[in-house]
């Protein structure tokens, strides 16, 4: 049996037992949306790919029943008994016909235009009475059962035609019909393809039409119909006579061809069948060939051979499958037939390979408790043998993984059928390119992916391309691309879909996520296009206008992502309108050995996935993240937004004592459109592990995903975020992927540099680098007093010097490093103890520091680090120390002048303000341009106003155009603030109505600037 | 004679709460001292955690809870007897472990109908021992619940 079919077979009884249960749940509850979305995708389902694989009865029963279903799901249609009923009989008549495809291999004969009509009658709501008992089956008739493709086109004649054996039934019907016919033509191409002698040959012509003939051919020979009476054998015939076909060239085809069916498992008695219809078209190639003159049938025959070859072409190249090229040796059909790759490879029990891995990472884990053992001694004999050791090892677990990857190729080995199958099915013309089938991946995620693939690739062909009319229309070549590209990118594989269609319509798609109650015509003008196009990952959500065959009713993407998210991979949307949309799937390599964040909770410890982890937050008083409480529930300020939080004790209910403290850790988990805490007592390291399953008692636990053994040999269980999410029972955390990017994009406006050390006790401290003017280090041996204060010699002067709050005193011997701040010829030193690093960071602490000298705290690289107030520091110093202006007769009037202070970065504004109140302003610092507009309508004595120009909302640009346009404000001195101070950006300022522009880190010219601009002449510009 | 060879059975004995068990030989993996074990929080009572051995994960269970006697005291010694069920390795955590017995159907008996109804369940007959009654626990049925649950 084809191994799609027999693949569909078990999908399709998998789904109706499962269905069982449901559907006398449905007998009760009839009301429920999720138990009849359920039986509607099972439906959906079968129908779709019965469709493609040609089982017309069984495709019809589904459909009728889906439209039905698809009523009750829309609201349209009432549950009542007798529609539950009907359902009933639809799935039961589903039933049997899965269960004859079973037995027979192909669709018995029989007419269900009773159930089809009642079940589209009861579409219209017109429910006759209590369904009747589903009518008894026709007995496949063994000559009329031969009617796979069409069933109107019963094949009587065909089945008298063909060579009848034994059973009665035609080879046609023994083998499997049209399914199987066209696995060996896929299977020869391939042959073909990558035979040197026969490629050349082959490679000229159009595939469709090489594999319809053929396809055709032996349907006819061995009995069955037709399968598309499109194809005619004279229009390939000519080109591979130019192409030189030969009578050897065809006996390299009929090994290949041999090969084929042997593969296939084609029982003997039907391959003698095949092969003599085979051989027969060569007879006729043959004589053809002699007489120089081409009867059209004999035409046919040869033209069958190329399409195959074509065919054969893209598979080759699309699944990487191996084949040995045979050599260019004599054409002699025993060599041919025995293809020398079958020596390279063989076939293993999964189950071998299974238990192989386990004695691997028993290894692995023997070989770290030794390395544990001897890292303690010093050297010791065992150091080179362990070292070999090591290295054998991770070799040996290298190659072990190695065996169960396969390509991903294999999943696509559905698609060009599929799409082909759309194409013709909505007269769109479709090329599918896809590259990177080589690209590897364990097999487990390779099972996992396919089907979120076929659905994909299926949108795409019936939501993506357009007709070829539009596509013309809209200045696009005819044909339409869908392009599949998969590739690794560190330990992840990325696949691309991509279409060049219309793209998806975000106004549509706002339409009806309004419609559907997804979100507010309010919320959604806050949207970006991208966040909008995120509804479509939405249960229930399809904007195909009309409901086709291929895809369509909502039931998908939700289902797609979530799959997706449950091998750890995440699944973006990008989309233009008019260009195409690309879906960038992101998948892990494996599921068997990964990375794992080991946390503890009461006591007991448990991996989390990394691919689940986005960040790890410490909460503390100090370190500016605080868990709150509402109404009980956990939740953390994080970067402007409430983080749901769930208690991994209260989730696992464990009884934590007293000693084991809080649980002062959060790590911020994400599954799929979900983003939730989970709060911890205690973050240990990520480590590799190897994911064993459960044992079977403890399957129903929803939480893990399995345990694993860790390298100290003590076992701990995995926990499953999607089980979290279900288990904690709220969707109100979900919220959009682009969402939360957009919100962490929102944030990036202000980064800084800073500089990071340590000093004293405690968390690292930073500065920001700006205010640093040089980093020294001096011999403190050097350090004298004066002044009452250590100062040493500096560029021929003396600079003072001081240590941070809490550092330990300075000493007298050694050289530590001084961060020295300058204003003009003075400087000033800090002493510190080491110089961590200077990092780009987004500044961004919600608590102000409790501790003075403290703005506050932030984590940059996953460590609180304490960020230092500079102005504290530098008033410490004598007091006047940067609020001494060179104007010199400022400083008395300064007490009186009023700043008004606009500045959206918390950092800024808390460093600034004191800086300015130390020079003698009086300061009013708002966060934005409009609370800043209100303060000014409130109380308009403001002597000077001192804006950021890059701020969220309105700019400072705008904000000086609009005060320059008001009457009141018009001449008040406007200094414009800014980290860029190219003289363009300077010039944009001025025209905007900057009096000043000055650099953000520049103080003194700040402080210089203001003592001028706050003089009752108000003239600067 | 013929009769009694191909009925005998070894046992392994095993003590729980005073009463003696026997427990097939044949499906003993390994008999192992008391082990540190990994609570599995959420699981059911009898499973009293999981344990690592040779890099094979051992749900363990407490026969005492299973068979619903007085839970062991703290610091009471136990002996872990591995048997493997469909592939999958279990730890059954006893009090003690004796002997391994090599008994005839001369001494075997169904189990008394007045038994307990659970252990009536968990066992599969006894055996008249001279000094003692040992009954033979029923593997699959002692493991059969946990494991029908989840199916």
Redesign the interface.
């Given at each position: 049996m084809d191994d799609l079919l027999a693949e569909f077979l078990t999908e399709a009884t998998e789904g109706i037992e499962l269905l069982d249960t449901e559907l006398v749940d449905l007998e009760q509850r009839p009301d429920d949306p999720a138990l009849i979305g359920n039986i509607f995708r099972v439906l959906h389902t079968i129908k779709g790919t019965s469709g493609f694989l040609d089982l017309p009865r069984l495709e019809s029963v589904a459909h009728a029943g889906e439209n039905v279903l698809g009523k009750f799901r829309d609201g349209e249609l009432e549950v009542t008994p007798d529609a539950v009923g009907l359902i009933l009989e639809a799935m039961d008549r589903v039933k049997d016909l899965v269960s004859s495809i079973g037995e027979m291999g192909h669709e018995p004969a029989g007419d269900d235009s009773d159930l089809i009509g009642r079940l589209d009658a009861g579409m219209r709501g017109e429910f006759g009475g209590a369904a009747t008992a589903p009518e008894p089956e026709a007995a496949p008739e063994p000559e009329a059962a031969a009617s796979e493709e069409h069933e109107e086109a019963v094949a009587s004649e065909a089945g008298e035609e063909a060579p009848v054996v034994d059973d009665g039934r035609s080879t046609y019907e023994r083998i499997g019909g049209l399914s199987t016919i066209d696995a060996i033509c896929d299977v020869m191409y391939r042959h073909v393809m990558a035979d040197e002698r026969l490629s050349d040959i082959y490679a000229a012509g159009d595939v469709d039409i090489i594999h319809g003939v053929f396809q055709n051919y032996l349907c006819e020979a061995t009995g069955g119909n037709k399968s598309d009476d499109s194809y005619t054998l004279t229009d390939a015939h000519a080109e591979l006579r130019e192409a030189g076909m030969k009578d050897k060239h065809f006996d390299a085809t009929f090994a290949h061809f041999s090969v084929a069916m042997a593969e296939l498992e084609i029982p003997g008695q039907d391959m003698a069948v095949l092969a003599d219809a085979f051989d027969k078209a060569r007879g006729q190639v043959l004589a053809q060939e002699s007489v120089g003159e081409v009867p059209a049938d004999e035409a046919e025959v040869t033209e069958v051979d190329g399409e195959i070859v074509e065919d054969a072409a893209e598979v080759a190249a699309e699944t990487a499958v191996e084949v040995a090229p045979t050599e260019d040796a004599p054409a002699e059909k025993e060599a041919k037939i025995t293809p020398t790759s079958i020596a390279q490879s063989l076939r293993v029990n999964v189950d071998v390979l299974e238990n192989l891995m386990t004695v691997v990472s028993e290894l692995v884990l023997t070989r770290n408790q030794l390395m544990q053992i001897l890292r303690e001694r010093n050297k010791t004999e065992f150091d080179a043998p362990l070292q070999r050791l090591n290295q054998v090892t991770s070799e040996l677990q290298e190659s072990v993984m190695q065996t169960r990857m396969q390509p991903i190729g294999n999943a696509w080995n559905k698609l060009p059928r599929i799409v082909r199958d759309i194409s013709h099915e909505l007269n769109k013309k479709i090329e599918l390119d896809m590259s990177g089938a080589e690209t590897e991946l364990d097999r487990q995620v390779l099972d996992q992916i396919k089907d979120p693939l076929t659905h994909m690739v299926r949108n795409s062909g019936d939501h993506g391309l357009e007709t070829p009319e539009e596509r013309l229309a809209a200045g696009k070549p005819e044909t339409g691309k869908i392009k599949l590209s998969a590739s690794h990118e560190g330990g992840h594989i990325i696949i691309v879909i991509a279409d060049d269609g219309k793209g998806i319509p975000v106004g549509k798609i706002k339409a009806k996520a309004i419609a559907n109650g997804l979100t507010t015509t309010a919320d959604a003008e806050n949207l970006t296009d991208q966040q909008i196009l995120q509804f479509i990952f939405k249960p229930g959500f399809s904007t195909a206008e009309k409901v086709t065959n291929v895809s369509g009713r909502g039931v998908g993407m939700d289902v797609v992502r979530t799959n997706i998210a449950k091998i750890g991979g995440t699944v973006d949307l990008h989309s233009v309108e008019g260009e195409g949309s690309r879906f960038t799937i992101k998948i892990p390599l494996t599921l068997a050995i990964v990375q794992a964040l080991i946390v503890q909770s009461g006591g007991d410890r448990f991996a989390i996935p990394q691919t689940a982890v986005t960040e790890l937050v410490r909460t503390s008083e100090s370190s500016g993240y605080q868990i709150e409480r509402v109404n009980n529930t956990a939740v953390l300020r994080l970067r402007n937004r409430l983080l749901p939080l769930v208690s991994l004790r209260e989730l696992l209910e464990i009884d934590a004592k007293e000693d084991q403290g809080e649980e002062s850790y959060v790590v911020v988990a994400r599954f799929g459109s979900y983003a939730f805490g989970i709060m911890v007592d205690q973050v240990f390291d990520t480590e590799e592990i190897v994911v064993k399953p459960v044992a079977r008692a403890l399957r129903d636990l929803a939480l893990f995903s399995g345990n694993t053994i860790l390298g100290d040999g003590s076992v701990v269980m995995i926990l499953d975020p999607n089980g979290i999410v279900m288990a904690s029972g709220n969707d109100a955390v979900e919220q959009s992927d682009s969402e939360l990017e957009a919100r962490g994009d929102g944030n990036q406006a202000e980064t800084s540099s800073l500089l990071l050390f340590r000093s004293g006790e405690g968390a690292p401290k930073a500065f920001p680098l700006e205010l640093v003017a040089r980093i020294e280090e001096i011999d403190l041996s050097g350090v004298e007093t004066a002044n009452g204060g250590p100062v040493i010699q500096y560029r021929e002067g003396l600079m003072p010097l001081a240590l941070i709050d809490g550092a330990a005193p300075l000493g007298s011997e050694g050289r530590r490093p001084v961060l020295v701040f300058s204003d003009l010829d003075r400087s000033l030193g800090l002493v510190v103890d080491e110089i961590v690093d200077i990092v780009d960071h987004r500044i961004e602490f919600e608590s102000q520091g409790n501790a003075p000298g403290i703005l506050g705290s932030t984590i940059i690289e996953g460590q609180a680090t304490d960020l230092l107030d500079a102005g504290h520091y530098l008033k410490s110093f004598g007091g006047d120390w940067l609020s001494r202006s060179k104007s010199d007769g400022a400083a008395g009037d300064a007490a009186k002048r009023r700043i008004l202070l606009v500045e959206d970065s918390p950092f800024f504004r808390n460093l600034l303000t004191p800086l300015l109140q130390s020079a003698g302003y009086d300061v009013c610092a708002t966060e934005n341009a409009d609370q800043a507009l209100v303060v000014l309508e409130e109380q308009p004595e403001f002597d000077v106003i001192v804006s950021d120009i890059e701020m969220p909302g309105m700019s400072g640009l705008e904000f000086a155009t609009k005060l320059r346009s008001s009457e009141a404000w018009k001449d008040t001195p406007l200094l414009a603030l800014s980290s860029h101070d190219t003289q363009q950006d300077i010039d944009r300022g001025i025209e905007a109505g900057f009096d000043e522009y000055i650099a953000k880190a520049d103080h003194s010219a700040l402080i210089d600037v203001l003592s001028r601009s706050a003089n009752p002449v108000k003239n600067a510009a | 004679m013929s009769s009694e060879t191909i009925e005998l059975c070894e046992y392994v004995t095993v003590v729980i709460d005073g009463q003696s068990f026997g427990v097939p030989v044949l499906l003993v993996q390994d008999v192992l001292r008391e082990q540190?074990l990994?609570?599995?929080?959420?699981?059911?009572a009898e499973?009293a955690?999981?344990?690592?051995l040779?890099?094979?994960?051992v749900?363990a269970?407490d026969l005492r809870t299973r068979l619903g006697v007085e839970r062991r005291v703290d610091d009471a010694p136990s002996m872990n007897v591995v048997v493997e069920q469909?592939g999958?390795l279990?730890s059954l955590i006893v009090d003690a472990v004796g002997d391994v017995l090599a008994l005839t159907m001369e001494t075997y008996e169904p189990s008394p109908v007045t038994l307990d109804p659970l252990w009536l369940d968990l066992t599969a007959g006894l055996h008249r021992l001279d000094d003692d009654l040992m009954l033979i626990l029923d593997i699959r049925q002692v493991?059969g619940e946990?494991?029908a649950?989840?199916?």
């Open positions: - | 540190p990994t609570h599995i929080p959420l699981a059911p499973i955690g999981s344990l690592n040779r890099g094979r994960v749900t269970i469909d999958e279990y493991l946990a494991v649950e989840a199916a």
